[in-house]
Nanobody, 115 residues
Framework: QVQLVESGGGLVQAGGSLRLSCAAS????????MGWYRQAPGKQRELVAG???????NYADSVKGRFTISRDNAKNTVYLRMNSLKPEDTAVYYC?????????WGQGTQVTVSS
């Protein structure tokens, strides 16, 4: 059983910053891809950023230049640094791990950006 525990969400003013963390525990083997997704009310869940086992990263166009994803393999933790936050970044943010033929989601953390 793999568990993902997210933290770091909250309320911030536009232009502010937050850092999300997602710590994984349990039986995880092989190359692991980590990612952050978000879902705003009435919208579909979308990929925000991903990081491969080789450290390669990809970002949604809407967050490029503002968000940075990183990982600490020793801690099985993935981070999302969010700068210059906008009201349209308001959503529940979820982390996801993919390894071999398995995947697991975090419980989500609310990010609210006020104008």
């Amino acid at each position: 059983q793999v568990q993902l525990v997210e933290s770091g969400g909250g309320l911030v003013q536009a232009g502010g910053s937050l850092r999300l963390s997602c710590a994984a525990s349990g039986s995880i083997f092989g190359p692991v891809t980590m990612g952050w997704y978000r879902q705003a009310p009435g919208k579909q869940r979308e990929l925000v950023a991903g990081i491969g086992s080789d450290g390669s990263t990809n970002y949604a166009d809407s967050v490029k230049g503002r968000f940075t994803i990183s990982r600490d393999n020793a801690k099985n933790t993935v981070y999302l640094r969010m700068n210059s936050l906008k009201p349209e970044d308001t959503a529940v943010y979820y982390c996801k791990l993919v390894w071999l033929a398995h995947s697991s989601w975090g419980q989500g953390t609310q990010v609210t950006v006020s104008s």
